[in-house]
């Protein structure tokens, strides 16, 4: 669930590399092949109703409820991020306020870490994993580092207000701080140093901070909502070289994701109802809609983007009620396939699987 006057979530890629030891990902992993996609379906904020789909590419069909199919339980309520790491699969539940530990592959349950103390929910949001570690940001001002082999929570790092979605570049993890549940939205992303594990500083970047994305050449962009009413929403660069901001638009952007010296971003709060494609310079469009043969995508929710491929992945959340629907497109724009989330609605995220 994202911080903010709205319950939206945002979504980034990420890819399972399997392990039989610790969920780390070395640098001489061998290729992997892609067998199929999860979709996380968030489902209606306190239904209980999150999905888990799994699109088959051999198939070419999916299995709605794949892991309540396989574990005869339920996820429970609002997923709001996962992410595949090792050989593991981390499945963020806010309202439940845990964090659901599967089998990458089979989806079979392992273990689920709690964000609950004291009968009061952290609210994680979002996922990140990096060097054996799995951080956790929580709407209650943290990002907790989950050891994965111990599943335990290691250490809570304090950052911001109600922080939502997180990105790695180099060596330094960064924080949307959105303040959204606060009485005054925040405007910043908090740094935390990898090796030390501790905010080194907050960069001040727009009202509202939410999804970021990473480039590499040591930039990250930050999409801000604004506050809804007198700040309108805006587009941010930032160089973490020196963590400056080096470009700020006004432009309404829900999800940003980096591809091929390109950024694909959604319309978000107040934005058009299309995958755009915008310069990495200066944020100008080059392609106003992504989509090149004709299909009607009604609200994107999700995006995603394999980066081996450049297809697209795009969510479809419909009205937020009904059947979500995950479409694929290629790079050009064309459209390769597309699954129901039936009987849940709002797909956030897409991840493949790869073994």
Known sequence: ????????????????????????????????????????????????????????????SATTDFFKTVNGFGLGDTGSDFIIYGSKIYIVMNVSGNVAVADAVTAKYIDTISFTAGGTNKGPENIASYGGKVFVSS??????VIDTTTLAIEKSITVG?????????????????????????????SVIDLTTLTETRKITVG?????????????????????????APSLVKVNTNNNTVTKSADTAVGTVRYYNNN??????????????????????????????????????????????????????????????EIFCFDKNGNKKFSFSTSPTASPVKTVLIQH
Do not use: H, W
């Open 139 to 144: 709407t209650d001002g943290t990002v907790s």
């Open 263 to 324: 950024l694909f971003v959604t319309g978000g709060y107040l934005g058009i109802a299309y995958v755009r494609v915008l310069s990495t310079t200066d944020f100008s469009a080059i392609k106003s809609n992504f989509i090149s043969d004709g299909t009607l995508i009604t609200t994107p929710y999700a995006l995603d983007i394999d980066p081996s491929t450049g297809d697209v992945y795009v969510g479809d959340s419909k009205d937020y009620v009904s059947s979500g």
């Open 207 to 231: 009202i509202n901070p939410g999804c970021i994305a990473a480039d590499n050449a040591g930039n990250i962009y930050v999409a801000c909502t604004g506050d809804y009413s007198t700040v």
């Open 1 to 60: 669930m994202k911080s903010g006057k709205f319950f939206f979530s945002l979504v980034m890629i990420s890819f399972g590399i399997i392990s039989c030891k610790k969920d780390n990902v070395p640098n001489t992993t061998p290729p992997k092949t892609t067998t199929g996609v999860y979709s996380l379906n968030q489902g209606n904020y306190g239904s209980n109703n999150t999905t888990l789909t799994y699109y088959d590419f051999t198939k070419a």
């Open 161 to 189: 207000e109600n922080p939502a979605q997180m990105i790695i570049s180099g060596s330094n993890l960064y924080v949307s701080n959105t303040g959204g549940f606060s009485a005054q939205f925040d405007s910043t992303v």
